[in-house]
């Protein structure tokens, strides 16, 4: 009997020890990051980044229990917000949310005085828009593939707008191309939701768009989706499927990401990257994200960083084929 007590106060006495070393190691977790942080966004306020950083920013604050603040410092494409960051201490207090425009895309088209992979430091992967090539109500194809042999046939082209020369709804229309050997006729606007009204109206017959953006149109039969961008459907739209599951894979979701300045020491990033793996997985984040038609995106550095080079090289690549300048 006494042999048995002394083996349960040693098992106790383990589970206690172990117990504490893991709060401290959470304690140490939590104290490791700053407690005022500044969230950079490259963009005006209530785009989808925007929406991003401030959601990230209100769980974060609460997680470290003192004030991070999203601050939009957009221009020049997303230079602005880069340039402060490239300036920023690498101290964990200054932060930028941002997507591919401005990591993968932008070096390839307008140059950059920096090279976005090199030069800052990728933390983690947050969210994804959900996005889909959409069409007026007047074009008689009712699936992407009807409405590529529709646009075979088409004189004149069929017009596909985009948010501008070298923006990723660009980028989509030419990789469309390729996969369709098919020459839509692009015209860019000064923005997504310009040309999305031009949509409406029949001006033009369709562009890639967020879905979010387009809901309202598409459930008053004012708008139609030829197929999603992304190797999962929407859950926005269930029934519509991929552009990959109708045999024309375009798969570079546009996704959001944290990033930091250059020289972070690889314990902050780990702590930072730590912190965003836990935001995302909280139930009150994903509806959050759910309710503006976002999908957490969780990315480890090591993951973000090969996603983007991999990217960088087909957009890279894509730019040169088809001499796309801004």
Known sequence: MQIIGVARLRRALLYCATFCMAAIACSAGAESLPRNIQILVPFAPGGPVDVV??????????????TVIAVNRPGANGLVAANALLMAKPDGETLMVTGQGLMTI??????????????????????????????????????????????????????????????????????????????????????VGPALQDVLGGQIDGIFTGLVAAMPQIKAGQLKAMGVIGDKRSPLLPDVPTMAEQGYPILDIGWFALIAPPRMRPEMTQALAEAVADILREEETRAALARTGLNPWPKTAEQLMRVMHDESARWAQLIRDHNIKE
């Open 106 to 191: 932008a070096a390839h088209i307008q140059g950059l005085p920096f090279d976005p992979l090199r030069d800052l430091t990728a933390i983690s992967g947050l969210a994804y828009a959900d996005s889909a090539l959409v069409v007026g109500k007047r074009v008689s194809a009712n699936n992407l593939r009807d409405f590529v042999q529709l646009a075979k046939t088409s004189q004149p082209p069929l017009a596909l707008g985009s948010g501008g020369q070298g923006n990723i709804t660009h980028l989509y229309i030419e990789r469309l191309k390729d996969l369709t050997k098919v020459d839509f006729l692009h015209v860019p606007y000064k923005g």
């Open 53 to 66: 950083a401030r959601l990230l920013g209100n769980r974060l604050a609460v997680r470290t229990g003192g």
